[in-house]
């Protein structure tokens, strides 16, 4: 079945370093792909997406590309704050439209010291 | 335009007792979708509602079950309520099955 795969964490960067969370999925047909985002004591909020192969999806500095020859969507940001400290989940759909049941990757935690 | 809200926002019960879970969905959203996200874990599709009636629904056991009123929003039930119940369970709304979902902020569970 349908799955994603991401890195586990957590991961701990400095204030200003680059960021790369991995994630790769399994799918058939053609799924979109997301990124959401956790802070503490809160629920998801979508932090962006794509539709379609070699699509980019970007927000707030973060940035990710729908591979599909590697099936990856691996989330980068150049230069992480404090305040992007938070729990990152991959997701998908199986549907080209975005929606349907979306399954999503176990989390990876992000810790970001000043 | 209001968001997806879910109520209550902590709930704590013992097991064996059971639970009402609510949701209204964003304004012209006609679809709910049902997630528990255990904790340090990804969230977990149980059903989907369309035109009140279940759609598709994860691997969840009978005691979860669901209800969409006309309105669109909707329930989620869970009886004979087990220690491993304890989560956070989102809501999710979208125009139609196929489209993207918005998620409400969850309704945290504790069973003691």
């Known amino acids: 079945g349908d799955s994603v795969t991401q890195m586990e964490g957590p991961v701990t960067l400095s204030e200003e370093a680059f960021l790369t969370i991995n994630c790769t999925y399994t799918a058939t047909g053609y799924p979109s792909l997301f990124w959401y985002v956790q802070y503490p004591g809160e629920g998801l909020q979508l932090l962006l997406k794509?539709?379609?192969?070699?699509d980019k999806g970007s927000n707030k500095g973060f940035e990710a590309t729908y591979r599909k020859e590697t099936t990856s969507f691996h989330l980068e940001k150049g230069s992480v704050q404090v305040s992007d400290s938070a729990v990152y989940f991959c997701?998908?759909?199986?549907?080209?439209?975005?929606?349907?049941?979306?399954?999503f990757g176990a989390g990876t935690r992000l810790f970001v010291k000043a | 335009d209001a968001g997806v809200t879910q109520s209550p926002t902590h709930l704590i019960k013992t097991r064996g007792q059971q639970v009402t879970l609510r949701c209204s969905p964003k304004?012209?959203?006609?679809?709910v979708s049902w997630y528990q996200q255990a904790l340090g874990q990804g969230p977990q599709f149980i059903f989907q509602y369309y035109e009140e009636e279940e759609r598709q629904r994860g691997n969840f056991p009978d005691r979860f079950s669901g209800h969409q009123f006309p309105n669109y929003s909707s329930e989620l039930n869970v009886n004979a309520l087990l220690l491993g119940d304890s989560a956070l369970y989102l809501c999710?709304?979208?125009?139609?099955?196929?489209?993207?979902?918005?998620f409400g902020p969850g309704t945290r569970l504790t069973v003691l």
């Open positions: 997701a998908l759909t199986p549907s080209p439209t975005g929606g349907f049941k979306t399954i």
């Open positions: 794509a539709t379609k192969a070699d």
């Open positions: 304004s012209g959203h006609d679809t």
């Open positions: 999710a709304s979208s125009l139609g099955r196929y489209n993207e979902q918005f």
